[in-house]
């Protein structure tokens, strides 16, 4: 426990310095504090593009469903993946553009650039309610690690991480989370190899070998990943890259489009490579608890925590602080694009005094909603991704000059989420998807 202190002290102080020697850059306006004056280059925008993309959900989450479902959780992580890269591909040059030409700083704002203030203000609103599951499955999945690894009362752990969460944002901004994200997602690759070779020495044999132990884990559909739950799961998770503020609004950040296709290059590059391990990880886990090397673990979220108590101190602790890392630096990305959607889209701030100000409110919120732990960490994340997909219609549209109107759209993807969510409609976020795209169609055909 106090060698997991001295390095999440040494953490701490060198993400602060980070913090603190961005500031040089200078944070008197909203280009320079929330989007990094435009000016990262093509491999720290992909790092943090990729450190605000895998969180806790994926050491954490993902290894628990893949223990917990096989297979199929490695073809819904991959489906984002390929999603992501995809629309990337096509849309990124378009919105890097779009920003650029028009002075935008956040998703909403080129929203209201494109159609009026009502869906600038509308896309503001539905974020900071929907992605505040997403953001309270990371601070649950630090306060997992530190509860079952150091020893740390879920509640403490709660309180280090929120605290984490809004002092970085508050004093680096965009830039100083940026540059902390490129050392996590290197801590990150290299720490889940290790995590994955440890894992690997729990199984006697080949791990291929063992298979057929697994039964139908190893095909899909099975009864756990029905048609219904996969489509449920995996639609909101491919369209994340544009409806999801935080790395919508990452885009805006490179210095130019060579950095930009740079960043989409080497972030497809991680994702496939952190994939493999995180999904390979937990079935390599399962197999473990089959052979009678692992506990059988019934709450799926436990499995990474009680997988770092079984492995060597140092390498459980350094597991643990890249899971804290991931997380937290998800969290800084997802308040900071929230506290500028506020302050600049609903508020009409010039400066950034209130954007700070909403960074510790907002901060205060997911802490509260973590402590609480309403569901799993994945289903967590879906949700908000499923909310958002309302937007998705009007994000595209600002590509097309046929899309004029995306008010109703919003509203009714928005409302038929909630109610279909509350409902218990597991393919609420596709219905919803497909009210919002009909309004478009209606609100937009000529009179």
Not at 47 to 62: D, P
Not at 339 to 345: E, L, P, Q, V, Y
Request: hydrophobic fraction near 55%; aromatic fraction near 12%; charged fraction near 15%.
């Amino acid at each position: 426990m106090n060698s997991f202190y001295a390095l999440l002290i040494a953490y701490v102080i060198a993400g602060t310095a980070l913090a603190i020697y961005s500031r040089k850059y200078g944070f008197k306006t909203h280009e320079e504090y929330f989007i990094a004056g435009r000016n990262v280059s093509g491999i720290i925008s992909a790092l943090t593009y990729a450190a605000t993309t895998y969180s806790a959900f994926m050491m954490v989450g993902l290894v628990g469903l893949s223990y917990a479902t096989g297979v199929g959780a490695a073809a819904f992580e991959l489906f984002y993946l390929v999603g992501t890269l995809f629309l990337l591909s096509y849309f990124a040059p378009k919105m890097w553009r779009f920003a650029r030409d028009n002075g935008v700083v956040t998703p909403a704002e080129m929203l209201s650039k494109k159609y009026g203030k009502s869906e600038g203000i509308l896309s503001s609103i539905i974020p900071v309610v929907a992605l505040i599951p997403y953001t309270s499955a990371q601070i649950i999945g630090v306060s997992l690690i530190l509860e079952k690894t150091v020893g740390l009362s879920f509640h403490n752990a709660l309180i280090i991480a929120v605290f984490l969460i809004a002092f970085w944002a508050l004093i680096g901004g965009l830039r100083g989370v940026a540059w902390t994200d490129a050392v996590q997602g290197v801590i990150m690759l290299l720490a889940g190899f290790v995590a994955l070779a440890l894992a690997l020495t729990f199984v006697n044999g080949n791990v291929l070998e063992e298979s057929s132990s697994l039964g139908p884990l190893l095909q899909v559909p099975n009864k756990i990943w029905t048609a219904e739950r996969f489509i449920a799961l995996t639609v909101p998770w491919f369209f994340f890259a544009l409806t999801n503020p935080q790395v919508v609004q990452r885009v805006f950040i490179p210095k130019s489009e060579k950095d930009l296709k740079k960043m989409v290059v080497l972030f497809g590059l991680f994702g496939l490579i952190y994939t493999f391990i995180v999904t390979f990880m937990g079935i390599t886990l399962k197999i473990a608890t089959i052979q009678g090397n692992f506990p059988e673990i019934s709450y799926r979220d436990d499995v990474t925590p009680v997988f770092i108590t079984k492995i060597p101190e140092f390498a459980g602790l350094i597991l643990a602080l890249s899971i804290l890392a991931a997380a937290i630096t998800t969290a800084n990305s997802i308040i900071l694009s929230l506290a500028s959607m506020i302050s600049r889209d609903i508020l009409k701030e010039e400066g950034v005094f209130y954007g700070k100000i909403f960074v510790v409110i907002l901060s205060v919120i997911v802490g509260i909603f973590a402590y609480f732990r309403f569901s799993y960490i994945v289903e967590l994340s879906v949700m908000s991704s499923a909310i958002l997909l309302c937007l998705l219609p009007a994000t595209i549209g600002v590509f097309s000059e046929r899309i004029k109107r995306a008010r109703a759209s919003i509203v009714a993807g928005f409302i038929a989420a909630i109610i279909l969510k509350f409902a218990g409609v597991m393919l609420y976020g596709v219905y919803a998807l497909i009210i919002s795209l009909l309004v478009l169609a209606a609100e937009n055909i000529k009179k």
